[in-house]
T-cell receptor, first 119, second 115 residues
């Protein structure tokens, strides 16, 4: 079973508008973390935002916010005021708790969503 | 400060050959993880090392091995290369290894093509 599902292979947005990238996850571990990374064509994965499973409030980092709906097991990324430089591949990833015997180095990634920002 | 550096950036090998990829973590980071990213997919976890000890291993064959040196740099070795090993190999470093909120900082990767 897919642990991280990103159902949008590609998304388009007009510059200065907001866009939501979807992510659903599957885990039975009560302790987990959710991450979003951006990968430009250069290949480097750039960390954007983190949400812990016990965090009461949605995480925000500048123009990025994470819409965390625990009961629905979703962790959607919202980018406000899109910029041309936001055009890239975006990955949602999950780290499960150590109680599951999983290395904390292990992030499980989704398939990614290609975001294109139009001028 | 320098980020995570990887070398070589690109390389071409033929089937059956062996390859060594290198990674230098951010200064002060003691944990290094390796990921394989096949074209069109998300990265997949290969190994994590901390203080020169293996702390985690993904679902990869024994042809894949790695080690971490006293200066925390790391090497990933792949023996008996197959066409399916063609991928972007990403190295990530972090301060610690055992924190759930631990953020991995990735390098730009080594792109391996196997012919």
């Amino acid at each position: 079973a897919q642990k991280i599902t990103q159902t949008q292979p590609g998304m388009f947005v007009q510059e200065k508008e907001a866009v939501t990238l979807d992510c659903t996850y599957d885990t039975s571990d009560p302790s987990y973390g959710l991450f979003w990374y951006k990968q430009p064509s250069s290949g480097e994965m750039i960390f954007l935002i983190y949400q812990g499973s016990y965090d009461q409030q949605n995480a925000t980092e500048g123009r990025y916010s994470l819409n965390f709906q625990k009961a629905r097991k979703s962790a959607n990324l919202v980018i406000s005021a899109s910029q041309l430089g936001d055009s890239a591949m975006y990955f949602c990833a999950m780290r499960e708790g150590y109680a599951g015997g999983t290395s904390y180095g292990k992030l499980t990634f989704g398939q990614g969503t290609i975001l294109t920002v139009h001028p | 400060d320098a980020g995570v550096t990887q070398s070589p950036t690109h390389l071409i090998k033929t089937r059956g050959q062996q390859v060594t990829l290198r990674c230098s973590p951010i200064s002060g980071h003691k944990s290094v993880s390796w990921y394989q990213q096949v074209l069109g997919q998300g990265p997949q976890f290969i190994f994590q090392y901390y203080e020169k000890e293996e702390r985690g291993r993904g679902n990869f064959p024994d042809r894949f091995s790695a080690r971490q040196f006293p200066n925390y740099s790391s090497e990933l070795n792949v023996n008996a290369l197959l066409l399916g090993d063609s991928a972007l190999y990403l190295c990530a470093s972090s301060l610690v290894w055992d924190s759930g909120a631990n953020v991995l900082t990735f390098g730009a990767g080594s792109r391996l093509t196997v012919l």
